[in-house]
């Protein structure tokens, strides 16, 4: 049965490298394949970490059969929040216009903040809140206690390697925090390598 490459929470690029850099190390392994239909709900839960490699495991694109909103931009990752139900058939993915922004509903963001020129809105947006959902706070009908999901794509050697991550925000609240690799004792022995380092083309730059 498939597995998710690891259990926690990526905070930062630098903890899907290190997530990588135990696959390359052989003490994770990359997933082969997309879950099946009937393996979705007991992998596609909190706290689940996949990383798969865009050739050898043939997926072209990552379905876990959840309703996502459009993605937005937080630090280096995608992030998309789950919806109460899916867009209906050609209805145009919009976010619910803002009566404090007078630029529209195309925003261009950067670590999760609007950056359209109006930042009365966001200014109100409790930091937590952020750090938790990014930008997606209320554009679209989102489901009550739904999951969050993160992508980010990395490159070493000419090879792609996608992770895709989900956690609930009420598991990184207060004492329910997810484990991170930087901080979690079974990564103490892993050093990313410079090269797998180096080679990413991150917007926001990783703390050393």
């Not at 394949?33 to 007991?42: I, L």
């Not at 999760?112 to 952020?130: F, L, M, T, V």
């Not at 679209?140 to 090879?159: A, C, H, Q, S, V």
Request: hydrophobic share 30%; charged share 30%; net charge positive.
């Amino acid at each position: 049965p498939m597995q998710p490459t690891w259990f926690g929470h990526l905070l930062t690029a630098k903890d899907a490298l290190i997530i990588l850099e135990a696959c390359l190390q052989g003490k994770l392994q990359h997933c082969p394949r997309r879950p099946h239909d009937r393996e979705r709900p007991n992998l596609i839960k909190s706290g689940a970490v996949f990383i798969y490699e865009e050739n050898a495991s043939g997926i072209k694109r990552w379905t876990d059969g959840l309703n996502w909103s459009p993605s937005r931009i937080m630090g280096n990752y995608l992030v998309y929040r789950e919806l109460k139900e899916p867009f209906a058939p050609g209805e145009k993915k919009r976010a619910s216009k803002k009566k404090t922004s007078s630029s529209g509903d195309d925003r261009t963001l950067n670590g999760g903040i609007d950056s359209s020129g109006s930042h009365n809105a966001s200014q109100y947006i409790d930091e937590d809140e952020r750090r938790l959902f990014g930008s997606l706070i209320d554009s679209y009908p989102f489901k009550e206690d739904g999951l969050m999901k993160k992508t980010i794509t990395l490159k070493y050697r000419n090879i792609i390697h996608h992770v895709v991550s989900y956690y609930d925000p009420r598991d990184l609240r207060g004492d329910k925090t997810l484990f991170r690799p930087l901080n979690h004792p079974d990564f103490q022995g892993i050093t990313v390598r410079p090269e797998l380092e180096h080679c990413q083309k991150f917007k926001v730059p990783i703390p050393e």
